[in-house]
Each structure stands twice: as C-alpha cells, then as structure tokens.
C-alpha cells in the first residue's frame, strides 16, 4: 500500500530558528542591506561586487548554522508519508536535516550560475565567490537566486506537486509573497490543509485550513504527533 503524500510549503520562518535572519523582519532591510540594493537584476548591473559580497556574507552564515526542530520533525514524517517540500528559501537547511525531496522555489545559496545562460548551474565550493569567477562562456557567475523581478520557473511544477497531495501543510511563511502564496489554491477541494505560524496569517481564504499558532520547531512537532497517531 503507498504511502499518503504530504506536500509542505516553507517559507522564512522555518530558517530563522537557526538563525537565518529575514528581510521581511526588518521593514525590508536584510542584515541592513535595502533589498533592492542587492536582490535585483538592476542592482547586479549596478554594483555586481556589492551584490558578490551580499551573498558571501549570507553563504558564510549559512555554513555557521544548523537544521532545527523544525527540519527534523519533517524528516520524521517520512517514516509514515511521502514527504515532499516546496521551500522559499534558498538555504540548504531541509537538504542537511535529511529530507528527500525538495524543491527550492527562489534558487540555491550553495550555488551560482552564468550571468548569460541561466541553465549553466554549478555547486559553488565553499562560501565565497569572486568578481572575475567566471562560467564556461566567459561570463561573471552570479548568484543561483531568484532575484525580485525575475521569474519564477520553479512555480508550475510546484503547482503541479501541490495538485498532488492529500494533505497540504504551510509553515514559516505569511503567504504574502507571490506566485508562492498562490500554490495553496492549487490544492484539491477536500485535502486537508494545516498552517503553522506564530504570527497572524491571513488564511481566511483557504478553505477547511487549521491554523496552529505556533512557531515552526514546536508546532512542526506538534503537527507531525497528531499525523502519526
């Protein structure tokens, strides 16, 4: 007998608890760098090293930090489900808790692509990127990040992924950031939804959802009790 298909959508507050600080947080401020400074195509053209050294900074972090009780917890479920993650960060937090499938909406910290040919993808060893790395073309590699004006390649596939689930779990996120707050309408009438998050989310929206109102650590926790009872 297969398993039931959880499909999990995370967002930022999954990474705060290891300590991946948010732009949202901070009234658009990111480690004190105004995102549009150095998360848009129009800031790389105007300023690739202050970009470079944006994203090292936040790659350095990245390798300072570890999973939490949220990431964990996940890994857990797939003992009785068929796990998938559908994840706004960029981090590689799920990947290292131990999570089989996941799926990075917004690009990958750990890796950079060409500035020219956004399908030359390539794992970036260790932290820093220099201005003159370049790909096999010759051009400047670049954060593998979706930056704000750019699309979102990955959404069609996740709505798809969310299509497929029989039950939909939404975590860490405010459901303000679009296409990604959209997937949960791709969700079959009847499955049920759960939405973890300490803060006030507007889900009035979906329908039969249950909000638990909890960070994600310890409502993650609570969640994945319940479903394996």
């Known amino acids: ?8 959508l995370t967002g930022a507050g999954v990474s705060a ?21 150095v998360a848009t195509p129009e800031a790389w053209e105007r300023n690739r090293d202050l970009v470079i050294d944006f994203y090292n900074q936040r ?11 949220a990431h964990y917890a996940l890994v857990e479920l797939e003992k009785d489900y068929d796990v998938h993650i559908i994840t706004q ?3 590689d937090l799920h990947e290292r808790a131990g999570s089989s499938h996941v799926m990075h909406l917004h690009g990958e910290l750990k890796k950079v692509r060409s500035s020219v040919d956004e399908n030359l993808v390539y ?41 497929t689930a029989d039950i939909f779990v939404i975590i860490g996120t405010s459901l303000n ?7 949960v309408s ?23 959802v249950r ?16 479903l394996r009872k």
């Open 186 to 208: 791709y969700v079959r009438p009847g499955v049920p939804v759960y939405l973890i998050d300490p803060g006030e989310v507007n889900a009035a929206h979906i329908q039969g």
């Open 123 to 163: 794992d970036l060893e260790g932290w820093e990127l220099k201005p003159g790395d370049t790909c096999e073309l010759g051009s400047q590699l670049r954060p593998h990040i979706v930056w704000f004006g750019e699309p979102v390649h990955m959404i069609p596939a996740a709505a798809d992924l969310s299509n």
């Open 59 to 69: 790659r350095k972090q990245l390798y300072e930090v570890e999973p939490n009780d």
């Open 211 to 226: 909000v638990i109102r909890e960070k994600a650590g310890s409502g993650t926790r609570r969640l994945v009790e319940e």
């Open 1 to 8: 007998m297969s398993k039931k298909r959880i499909v999990v």
């Open 89 to 91: 960060n960029v981090d």
């Open 17 to 37: 608890e290891s300590g991946i600080k948010t732009f949202r947080d901070s009234g658009g401020l990111w480690e004190e760098y105004d995102i549009m400074e």
């Open 177 to 183: 950031v679009y296409p990604a707050a959209s997937l």
